[in-house]
């Protein structure tokens, strides 16, 4: 690699934050406009197009940066040779594949991480929100020894980090996941959701996305906007996140119960209906 000309390989429509260097490379006007100078070095492919990736890489590649699924987006799963094949690029050009599991990790999908679907293991993790079990801000950057190593004390830090209180927790969400309980109960509560999200669609809904707790709706959009429909249902005491146009994201907390799924998606329905 020549000094100084490295690049960093990112996804279209990809959420990453709202830092100078991760907006520099974001497709979302909304998150760029006003903002500059940007970071350079940043090279972007259309989502789940491997033979894309491939064309990207080069001898000054040092990392492939993606989300598993596209969170912000609306819930968009790539095909399921992606992945893998993905994996296999980052493996062959010694390139340093990050996944961003802030949003699908940590039981999310009804897997530990998302990349579990496909069997494909990261050389690096970027956790968060579950993280902090909902109480503390909380992330974190998951890898080997030999990656993080690297990194010696006093070459990095960040003002909040190592906070005992948010790592207590932390570590605690950890030893609740190996249990498994919270990855079968996404699966399987999951399962359900998609069930009556699906038995929507041609009565307002045009397709549903996503695995475990975690649903993108696309809604039709002579209906109203993904905000108007969000706000219908928080008067309803429904709480779901509105993206692009007519999209909404379902992301219920992992200790919902099957009866309190059927009556968010009645709400949801009397909505459309209305």
């Not at 590649?61 to 992945?83: H, K, M, N, R, S």
């Not at 929100?129 to 992330?139: D, E, R």
């Not at 929507?200 to 649903?215: K, P, T």
């Amino acid at each position: 690699m020549t000094e100084g000309r490295a690049n960093i390989v990112v996804a279209k429509n990809n959420f990453h934050g709202r830092t100078i260097s991760i907006i520099s490379f974001s497709s979302d006007l909304t998150a760029r406009a006003g903002f500059g100078p940007f970071t350079p070095g940043f090279r972007t492919v259309p989502f789940g197009d491997s033979a894309a990736l491939a064309d990207a890489i080069d001898e000054n590649t040092i990392a492939f940066l993606l989300e598993p699924i596209q969170g912000e987006t609306g819930i968009i799963v790539p095909p399921d040779d992606y992945l893998p094949a993905a994996r296999s690029l980052c493996t062959d050009f010694n390139v340093l594949m990050i996944a961003y599991e802030i949003q699908s990790g940590l039981a999310r999908t009804g897997y530990t991480f998302a990349c579990d679907r496909w069997d494909v293991v990261p050389d690096m993790y970027l956790l968060g929100k579950a993280l902090g079990g909902g109480v503390v801000p909380l992330s974190a950057m998951v890898a080997d020894r030999n990656i993080l190593g690297v990194l010696h004390p006093g070459e990095h830090g960040s003002t909040f980090g190592g906070n005992p209180l948010a790592a207590a927790i932390g570590t605690t969400v950890v030893a609740m996941l190996t249990r498994g309980e919270f990855q079968a109960r996404s699966a399987e509560l999951g399962a359900h959701l998609h069930r009556r999200l699906r038995a929507l669609i041609g009565d307002g809904v045009l397709a549903v996305r996503g695995f475990g707790l975690w649903a993108g709706v696309d809604v039709d959009p002579a209906l109203g906007s993904g905000k108007q429909i969000s706000l219908r249902l928080a008067e309803r005491g429904v709480l779901v996140k509105d993206t692009h146009g007519s999209t909404l994201r379902f992301a219920p907390p992992l200790v919902i119960t099957e009866q309190e799924i059927d009556w968010a998606v009645v709400q949801f329905a009397d909505v459309l209906r209305a």
